[in-house]
Every structure is written in C-alpha cells, then in structure tokens.
C-alpha cells in the first residue's frame, strides 16, 4: 500500500537538546500542540515513563478533537517517532516523525507524518488538512521553546 507524506519545517534558536523534551514528552505537548483548544472539556489519559518509548497519550473529545491515541516508538538524540491512531471521527493510522538537525544557531526541526493511503485521504487532502496544523503547532514549539 501506498504512503501519503505531509512535511512541514521549522527553524528554533535553541539547540536540539532543549527541543527534545518538548516532543518525547506527550504531557508537554499541551503547551504546543496545534489543536489544544479543540475542546475544552478534552478528556485525556497518560501512561508510561513521559519521554521514554511506549509512553501513551489518549483522548476523546467533542466533533471536532475527535478521539485517539499515540504512543512514543522511538526517541533518539535527533528525533522522536510517534505512532498514531484516530478512532474518530473516522479510523486512521500514521506515524508522526521529528527530525531535528543542529545548525550553527540552533535547530531545524521537520515534522513528517506518513499515512497509508485510503479511500478518506482521497477524498481529504491530507497536506491541506494538516499541513497548516503542522506550520502552527511547529511555531508554538519554537515559541515555547525559545521562551526557555
């Protein structure tokens, strides 16, 4: 089956170490993530070591957050990989990578997702989707970030 790639880049003034946390650690992604704020009401659950592999994240939410899970497959110096599943508001899977490469004043970071391809991702163009999703939750984490 196919893969359906969705990539976005962004630049932070801070090295790859003082990024890191912010993305192995699902509970710190509250203060980044692009759809905080989808539902207020939110209900989310955590389990695992935050920032080790086989940490999870669930949530259930209004139409809009939907619901789901993800869990850490792998964290790396220079990345973590994230596998996630939606059970609403239709059933999906991907992997979500970050990729974070030094540079002489800080950190390029690349936020990629990978999805099979399937009749919805037919019908919803996944990079209008999310891509713009992706662009903001990459210039919170710099904010964030560089706010230290």
Known sequence: MSTITVERHEHVG??????LPHLADLTRWQG????E??????????????GSVGATYAWSGNRKAGAGSMRVTEVTPDGVVV?????????????????????????DVTWRMESPRTFMTRVFP????VGPDFEKGLR?????????
């Open 83 to 107: 596998a996630l599943e939606f059970t609403k508001p239709f059933r999906s899977s991907s992997v979500s990578r970050f990729v974070l490469v030094p540079t002489g004043d800080g950190t």
């Open 126 to 129: 996944l990079d209008k989707l």
């Open 37 to 50: 704020g989808a539902d207020p009401d939110l209900h989310r659950e955590y389990a695992g070591e935050p």
């Open 32 to 35: 980044w993530s692009p759809w």
């Open 140 to 148: 919170q984490l710099r904010a964030v970030v560089e706010r230290g």
């Open 14 to 19: 801070a090295p790859p170490a003082a990024v």
